[in-house]
């Protein structure tokens, strides 16, 4: 495909969670097939230290790390409030990014022809408009929970009143089976007026005046939804899965999981993690470590440092041999390789998206934002994963989800079901595949090579 030698595209990333490396990783893709286009990635000052640390500089030579403003103001002591950052973050939102990109402009002498962003960022609709070029935008979790944030008012006014949890969102294209204790808060139920809940809403709204809407997702693994967002959207265009499109060239493994897991037998071990922001409650982890320990299962968990004082001292000398408690382990391959029989996740997007990749069965406990929705498919609609019996760890619960996993006729069923949908996710990323398909449609895009 002819891409032209000038561009230049500006892409926005949010800094918090698991957000800012999937669009990172998009940019790669982008700028290593158009080579001649210029990236500036503005990013706050931590998060880009961060994602740019785990890739070698001869991986992004087109693309160049930009700071923006955080937000935080000087002599800022944090109450502990977990949303504090985010909070600051979006209240200097769009200033933050319009001063970077001015600086930008100035010091490359190459005005933007391209906004590539985080999907959050609601207000890029406009700034595109202004600067006369496409909005891209990026929804690094499913086509599920980009659809709830586009039937919003549509949900709230159908919904209201209605107390139920187990009601089901059967007025939306592909939602028959999503109940609304399955929402994420700041759509029907917690504080609507939260800063985050009203970018979210925002964001929805905006949706529409995309020139496109990627996602890191295939279209198999959501028809129906994927077609109706086709029907309200400019352009919809699932590029993922991301790790099976692009897998990493190289990763690094200082605790030795790699090693240690070749020593398990295929499909014995279950791999324990919760993504990047949240922890269980300390009865939760003790539950779910007494379930290992009754279970005898092997297993490999990654766990920060500061939740690792919730294990007993006495559990974790107890099943030294059986387990391997790490801080941080090369996730992609621990799930690609052949020992790991479950994954126990918060089911965060990248999460499930990594296990469908790796072939691996889930028991899924969400915690917030989408995981509910993502628990909901895996268990319910894709039938890959398993819940746990009242929604959290206890050790009788997580034991019965571990036999069923690991032997009962359902477990085996969701092992067959998630080999099929690792297939299609393999098959949308090969050659003639529907993401490759529309990864060469998002090129043009970016590359100013289609119509708009
Ligand atoms: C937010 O999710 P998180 O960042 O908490 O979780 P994931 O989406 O599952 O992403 C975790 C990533 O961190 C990696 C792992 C995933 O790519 O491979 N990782 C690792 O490499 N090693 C480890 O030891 C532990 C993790 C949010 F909370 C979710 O609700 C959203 O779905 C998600 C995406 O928007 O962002």
Not at 121 to 132: L, N, Q, S, V
Not at 241 to 268: N, T, V
Not at 291 to 307: G, M
Not at 368 to 395: H, P, Y
Request: hydrophobic share 40%.
């Amino acid at each position: 495909m002819q891409v032209p030698n000038e561009g230049h595209v500006a892409v926005l990333a949010f800094p918090f969670g698991t957000h800012a490396a999937p669009l990172l990783t998009l940019t790669r893709c982008l700028s290593s097939s158009a080579p001649n286009l210029r990236f500036s990635f503005l990013n706050s000052a931590k998060s880009n230290a961060k994602v740019f640390s785990k890739i070698k500089p001869d991986d992004y030579r087109n693309i160049k790390p930009c700071n923006v403003d955080n937000g935080i103001p000087e002599d800022h002591v944090f109450s502990g409030h977990p949303l504090e950052a985010v909070e600051l973050f979006l209240r200097a939102m769009p200033r933050n990014f319009e001063n970077e990109l001015k600086e930008v402009v100035a010091n490359t002498g190459t005005k933007i022809t391209c906004l590539l962003t985080d999907s959050f960022f609601w207000f890029a609709a406009d700034m595109a408009a202004e600067m006369g070029v496409p909005w891209v935008a990026l929804w690094t979790a499913s086509p599920c929970s980009v659809s709830v944030h586009m039937y919003t008012d549509v949900i709230r006014s159908t919904m209201k009143g209605i107390e139920n949890g187990d009601q089901t969102l059967d007025f939306i294209p592909g939602m028959n089976t999503i109940c609304a204790k399955d929402l994420p808060e700041g759509v029907i139920h917690g504080n609507l007026d939260a800063p985050f809940s009203q970018m979210l809403h925002k964001m929805g709204l905006a949706m529409p005046k995309a020139t496109a809407l990627a996602m890191n997702a295939f279209e198999e693994i959501d028809p129906t939804i994927t077609k109706d967002l086709k029907s309200k959207l400019k352009m919809v265009l699932n590029v993922g899965p991301f790790d099976l499109a692009s897998p990493p060239k190289s990763y690094s493994d200082d605790s030795g999981c790699i090693r240690w897991l070749d020593c398990h037998e295929p499909a014995s071990v279950a791999y324990l993690s919760f993504g990047t922001i949240l922890t269980p409650p300390p009865n939760e982890l003790i539950a779910l470590a007494q379930a290992l320990e009754a279970q005898k299962v092997p297993f490999l968990w990654s766990l920060r440092d500061t939740s690792k004082l919730h294990l007993l001292e006495a559990f974790l000398q107890r099943t030294s041999t059986q387990g391997k408690v790490v801080p941080w382990t090369p996730q992609l391959q621990v799930l690609e390789n052949s020992s790991v029989g479950v994954f126990i996740t918060h089911a965060g997007w990248n999460s499930v998206s990594e296990s469908i990749a790796g072939g691996v069965p889930m028991i899924c406990r969400p915690f917030f934002a989408d995981q509910m929705l993502n628990s909901r498919l895996v268990v319910d609609i894709w039938q890959i994963g398993a819940s746990l019996e009242g929604g959290t760890f206890t050790k009788s619960g997580t034991m019965r989800a571990l036999e069923i996993v690991f032997s009962s006729e359902k477990g085996k069923k969701m092992k067959e079901n998630i080999g099929v949908l690792k297939a299609k996710a393999k098959m949308a990323v090969g050659e003639n595949g529907s993401s490759t398909k529309n990864f060469k449609t998002l090129l043009k895009v970016v590359s100013g090579c289609e119509e708009i």
